[in-house]
């Protein structure tokens, strides 16, 4: 059965808390794409990262920290547009859904993820899907992708950036101890 909206707004609770209906909607519909495109039936389990085996959780519940932390990093600093904010940390991984494939009971990289990075497929998810430059900007920066672009990150980029680092390294220290 496909992943619908409900699934999506379930596993996203953050989603509520982008004020602008727009993005909120855009959001639901890019993880409804990449999930039709990637052919996901079922968005729990999905490893965060191929990196750490076994990652000691999933995409979904590190989509969850990164909007978390950057949230509240957003609203400590009251000076970057919260709901670009939040709707940039809830799509930051979506290329993933494009990266990985599930094989048996195992996910690994898809033909798509092979010549793609999810930085790179997501924001071009996110263009397609009605997104405007500064949230694709969120998610393909995301990543050690940004450090090529001259121009830096914005503010919201930065948080995102930084978040997502924050968990991927305390996850990958905590498996190594």
Known sequence: MPVTEKDIAKALPLLRRIEREHLRG????VWLEA?????????????????????PYDLLEHTR?????ALAVGEKRNDVDRDLL??????????????????GGEVVLSP???????????????LEMGG???LAHIVATHSREGELLKSGRSPE?????????????????????
């Open 132 to 134: 405007d430059e500064r």
């Open 112 to 126: 798509s993820g092979r010549l793609l990075r999810h930085p790179i497929s997501g924001a071009a998810l996110v």
């Open 86 to 103: 939040l709707a940039g940390a809830l799509l930051h991984d979506v290329g993933k859904l494009l990266e990985y494939r599930r094989v």
């Open 157 to 177: 980029a930065t948080i995102v950036y930084h978040c997502d680092f924050i968990d991927f390294e305390i996850a990958k220290g905590a498996i190594q101890k």
């Open 35 to 55: 999930a039709r495109r990637g052919g996901w039936d079922d968005l729990e389990g999905i490893p965060f990262t191929l990196l750490i085996k076994p990652a």
């Open 26 to 29: 855009l959001v639901l519909r």
């Open 65 to 69: 920290r990164v909007a978390e932390m």
